[in-house]
């Protein structure tokens, strides 16, 4: 993580604050407030506001007039309630602001998320820190031979050391180019000398979205398909969830993300099994890729 | 308004509350919160929860690592700087949610601002409350003759007793009958039930959204083409905002609320009649009713 | 349905136009444009105007230049694959555009989807018609004890008769006084007359959405337990979408309608289950509605 | 534009596709449908789908069973009305596909319009094509000295010709590296081996939107403040718009593209100019900023 001290320093200053609120608030999470979570070799994700909490969830599926809570029991379960049969829109009543450093491919991927409130810093407007992401060498992995999207097993050493010279050489070699045409000598305009940096050239944003569109977000991005490198800032946001709202975070990982969904032949095809069936994938209805799924989904090989 | 009892003393607890937070927050937004402000004969609106204040639209706008702001005046200029180009995204990184009593005719009005989150009370699953809107006399008008969909001059008084006899007859009526389909004897479901209910029944939500999309709704719902039972709402909630972001809601002032858009047609009429020149409708380029808005614009008759 | 004769031979111009066309054309889809399906007693559904079919998914998912459609069967597969795991964008380039009359009790449970485009009639700017929703005998349903929000069994026949007397005798006093109103004898304001009517009335709009929101819409809407006025709107609209894009629709049924959503803890119960462990609602670790849920998925009782 | 002839025969096969359709259809548009509008020196947009005309927006307001046009006059009036006023959801009733090929740099710029559909071409699924963008010598501008997000004068001919080799050699030299990844030897997974490419790669997407947010769109990127490099692409979709929908199009340059906005303020100037009083800067009550706007937009000096 590349935080300068005068970054460090203003973080400090912020943690410092201390404000009295007819707001609820939430312990735990004004205890990582504001403090940056390390993802990456340069990146990181903080939270840098929040609004409500677990039972801001209860009182608008009750629509009340006070905090809505009854007994602890009750809550959760209206919440388990209301994850199980997909009602959103109490979850949508708490909300998060993130602050987050992260490689421009990264944020290309996670821009397509777009029930979401977004700032980034503006290269138009200033000039980029001479930061780029270099994988660690466990994760300099092949192409994946059977998933067109995926990675494979990991490089040999000599190859991974030759392959991350070439990342370290073109990175810096571009933004030293940039610093050149930025120069006094060129003077060229940021909004054009910015085209010559390279896809892991490191940006920033504040990043603020209601608890159902985050939770949607992690289902996709903590999810073992994800790209390692957005995934990892999704697994230190879901830290933060837990945090923030412990039983919905709960309800989230029983119904979603620890949930299978499986189509109606597949259903058909666990209800024959139960039955003492024997099921194969030629008599299953499913394709062979669908079988395989549906097989590691029961945990069998 | 039609606060019982417990509902007040819900909103006494709330507000008896009190956190420490790390978070920013508005002295002034505090003061008020949780609090109904009256709206026509038994609505209200009050905010139950808020994130952010001036300082988070200059922090966002900045991708600051502390809270982003230098010296007051600077602040506001670029507070104004952004209002004023329509750079939407800081202002959506401020964050407040309401909590409203309305006919639900007007709650149909309101539900077409799509940019928001809301949590209707259910009449799936619970009865309504006997409340309905019966318009102060001052506000029976005529169908205006010269704008298809606005008022015109008040009944007269002998008119105005008699149809709100008629709307408060009716209302009285039908939510009579809607009792008695919910009650033991019947035992209609309450899905069923409610559609004997008239459109000036009151419903109420929970309705969170941004600054800048608030602004949105206000600038028209504030406005005075707007239908009277919906503006009374949006000009309570003018105060509010001015109260949680008063360099914002300056800027709004002045550059939403207040200012004037003029056709390529119309700014043509004004540097021509800058220029000395005579403009009169026939000569203008523009209808009749652009002309007679033109004109109201800029204050002349 | 409530077509007046102006209106039908208004549809049959419009089902009269030939156009030609480099766009795609859905044969089955075209056949239907424009006709009015019947839905509930004076309302209906139909078709005015789509862009894109099942080829327009599988071309954008390949960002081709052509028309992107390979081997049927490869299409096919692709399609499946996109629906199987979630990958929405490609869905959301088809494009449908409904006319519906719906009852404004269900007009305001169908807003609720913010995702889509509308139009409705406006009762501030004109009259509306003298239609008002009347369950069929067969759906006056009970209170269901079991569930907060739904029905149970039906009302005996005696009863039936005496509420749907007092709902028509409602809407037809209602409506008889909203006409006095905007007579010339008072001539109220439209904009406040309306609020006289009870929300069976029917209202009518344009109703704009993707492919992959429409099916978001049908998924909650045709479901069991969505309430029954409002099912049969998607119904009707779950065979349209059929005609216009068939292996969307049949990937559709098969991982989205039909499908089922086991948590982490029924996911272990199906694997126990299979392992030929006993398993029962005290040892599952799920609540006794969960276990209730859990085996109607599979077909238990 | 680089399009293989491959590409280009897909095109064609599109072109040469003829259906009948119930649908309207715009025989101005059909005349360019699928052809690719070159755009900088390797993009290009072209039109691949579209649905609905001025007169959807007419029916759209008027909630019409038939096509829902009255005389032409009548017609353009309303939309004139519609536009002028702000009555966005006729306009969304519009709805238009491009099929685009952008920079990278562009592609993060455009993504920012968050109301609208995108299929981007995969660079984890697939390799990048060798397109990289080389501004034109004309394009090659310093840094603004009074905009800090803007261009000032173009650079000597020296210096651009440095500087283009620089921007050549380094997205050569990157896309070589990119390949070497890839190739046999190393093999690395191509979403690792894309972080080495420079922001000026080309990427390609089908982008879909509705009438009102592409002219939101097309209001912010093609105003003369917008970067030159997202600007072209606005213009030449203002070309294709106009071909669509030329009433709406009309309205939009003169009650949008051409119009201007003026603060409370500002109104307050023209007010007292127009009564002959003297305003200066000083008296304005307007910042030196503001009043250079605003002299600016009276076309003074």
């Not at 977004?118 to 994760?139: G, T």
Request: hydrophobic share 40%.
């Amino acid at each position: 993580m590349s935080l300068s001290s005068e970054q460090q320093t203003e973080i400090e200053a912020a943690r410092a604050a201390s404000h009295t609120t007819r707001r609820p608030t939430v312990a735990e999470l004004e205890e990582q407030l504001f403090n940056a979570v390390p993802v990456l070799d340069h990146g990181f994700v903080r939270v840098v506001d929040y609004m409500g909490d677990d039972s801001a969830v209860v009182q608008a599926a009750r629509v009340s007039y006070g905090r809505g809570t009854r007994r602890a029991l009750e809550d959760e379960g209206l919440i388990r309630y209301l994850m199980r049969h997909y009602h959103s829109t109490p979850f949508e009543m708490c909300e998060i602001k993130f602050h987050v450093k992260l490689p421009i491919f990264v944020a290309r991927q996670w821009i397509r998320h777009r029930t979401a409130n977004v700032n980034e810093y503006s290269a138009r407007y200033s000039i980029l820190d001479k930061d780029f992401y270099l994988p660690a060498p466990e994760q300099m992995a092949k192409q994946s031979t059977d998933n067109r999207q995926g990675r494979g097993e990991v490089l040999d050493a000599e190859i991974t050391a030759r392959v991350l010279g070439l990342l370290r050489q073109d990175a810096e070699q571009t933004y030293g180019h940039y610093e050149d045409m930025l120069g006094d000598e060129v003077g060229l305009a940021r909004e054009l000398a910015r085209m010559n940096l390279t896809l892991n050239t490191y940006t920033q944003w504040y990043w603020k979205t209601d608890l159902h569109n985050l939770f949607h977000f992690l289902r996709l991005r903590a999810d073992s398909h994800a790209q390692y490198e957005i995934r990892v800032y999704a697994e230190a946001m879901l830290k933060l969830t837990e945090a923030w709202v412990p039983l919905s975070y709960k309800a989230f990982c029983d119904y979603r993300l620890g949930a299978v969904t499986f189509s109606a032949k597949m259903l058909d095809c666990v209800k024959k099994m139960l039955a003492g069936e024997a099921v194969t994938q030629e008599t299953s209805g499913l394709s062979k890729r669908e079988w395989a799924e549906f097989y590691a989904a029961l945990g069998r090989v």
